[in-house]
T-cell receptor, first 111, second 111 residues
Framework: KAGVTQTPRYLIKTRGQQVTLSCSPI?????VSWYQQTPGQGLQFLFE???????NKGNFPGRFSGRQFSNSRSEMNVSTLELGDSALYLC??????????FGNGTRLTVT | GEDVEQSLFLSVREGDSSVINCTYT??????LYWYKQEPGAGLQLLTY?????DMKQDQRLTVLLNKKDKHLSLRIADTQTGDSAIYFC???????????FGKGTRLHILP
């Protein structure tokens, strides 16, 4: 069974631009969660989607948004990028209340 | 909000046991998890424990849960160089099912 796939692996953007990151969950998993990982803050919860609906949201500004498609694939979007948005963005999928299974992340660098 | 705390660094000699500790604040947590992260990779699930258990053993790994003190530990027996990584403790909150992570403990193996 293929694991969680995140694309792209690396991204370099300029301040003020917007970016879209993609996540394909493990087949059969309907829940997708997104986390931001930085050296200073660790893993911060962004949001969780289940059956195309946002089920939970963390404490991030409205510039961070996401969505989930009918095939459970998910995207997250960050608009008006700031230098502080540079981070590893991790996507994880799960089946019901089972543990999260993570992808390898997208490394975003904002210059 | 709810919080998960763990020490940032641990150094252990090869062959010794490593014990990584974690405390959490949500008394209604349902599951507690341990993840491992190696450089350039996402988080790999190591083991997890349901909140009504107090111990779980899986090969070299032993998880102890003290629910009264909200304290979780991970013991790695016969620590090897391949165990060098960052270890994350996480809890699934009872109220809204969010999974919250600690900042991670970097395990360094001494020869």
């Amino acid at each position: 069974k293929a694991g969680v796939t995140q694309t792209p692996r690396y991204l370099i953007k300029t301040r003020g631009q917007q970016v879209t990151l993609s996540c394909s969950p493990i087949s059969g998993h309907r829940s997708v969660s997104w986390y931001q990982q930085t050296p200073g803050q660790g893993l911060q919860f962004l949001f969780e989607y289940f059956s195309e609906t946002q089920r939970n949201k963390g404490n991030f500004p409205g510039r961070f948004s996401g969505r989930q498609f009918s095939n459970s694939r998910s995207e997250m979007n960050v608009s008006t990028l700031e230098l502080g948005d540079s981070a590893l963005y991790l996507c994880a999928s799960s089946l019901g209340n089972s543990p999260l299974h993570f992808g390898n992340g997208t490394r975003l660098t904002v210059t | 909000g709810e919080d998960v705390e763990q020490s940032l660094f641990l150094s252990v000699r090869e062959g010794d046991s490593s014990v990584i500790n974690c405390t959490y604040t949500d008394s209604s947590s349902t599951y507690l998890y341990w993840y491992k992260q190696e450089p350039g990779a996402g988080l790999q699930l190591l083991t997890y424990i349901f909140s009504n258990m107090d111990m779980k053993q899986d090969q070299r790994l032993t998880v102890l849960l003290n629910k009264k003190d909200k304290h979780l530990s991970l013991r790695i027996a016969d620590t090897q160089t391949g165990d060098s990584a960052i270890y994350f403790c996480a809890e699934r909150e009872g109220r809204d099912d969010k999974i919250i992570f600690g900042k991670g403990t970097r395990l360094h193996i001494l020869p």
